[in-house]
Nanobody, 117 residues
Framework: QVQLVESGGDLVQPGGSLRLSCAAS????????MGWYRQPPGKQREWVATISDGGSTNYADSVKGRFTISRDNAKNTVYLQMNSLKPEDTAVYYCTARFARLGADYWGQGTQVTVSS
């Protein structure tokens, strides 16, 4: 059974930084497109960032220049480095793994990030 386990969520002050991690139990992790989504309180889930199997990255405009997605295929782990955090970044952050040719679309359980003074 595939599992995506997020960690690293915390309470942080505005302007601070956090690094989220997502460990995936995937046998061919390197071939998956990995991503992060978030769901702010009372709002719909929204896309944050994606990293392809080849390492190409894309970001939502709201986080561009502040967040960095990366992956370590040897550790089956994807990261989200979040800098210059704002209160509006407060959300539950979810890790995703997608492999279109297999019809695979997996989600983690989420980790809470709260940005508040």
């Amino acid at each position: 059974q595939v599992q995506l386990v997020e960690s690293g969520g915390d309470l942080v002050q505005p302007g601070g930084s956090l690094r989220l991690s997502c460990a995936a139990s995937l046998t061919i992790f390197s071939m998956y497109t990995m991503g992060w989504y978030r769901q702010p309180p009372g709002k719909q889930r929204e896309w944050v960032a994606t990293i392809s199997d080849g390492g190409s990255t894309n970001y939502a405009d709201s986080v561009k220049g502040r967040f960095t997605i990366s992956r370590d295929n040897a550790k089956n782990t994807v990261y989200l480095q979040m800098n210059s955090l704002k209160p509006e970044d407060t959300a539950v952050y979810y890790c995703t793994a997608r492999f279109a040719r297999l019809g695979a679309d997996y989600w983690g359980q989420g980790t809470q990030v709260t940005v508040s003074s």
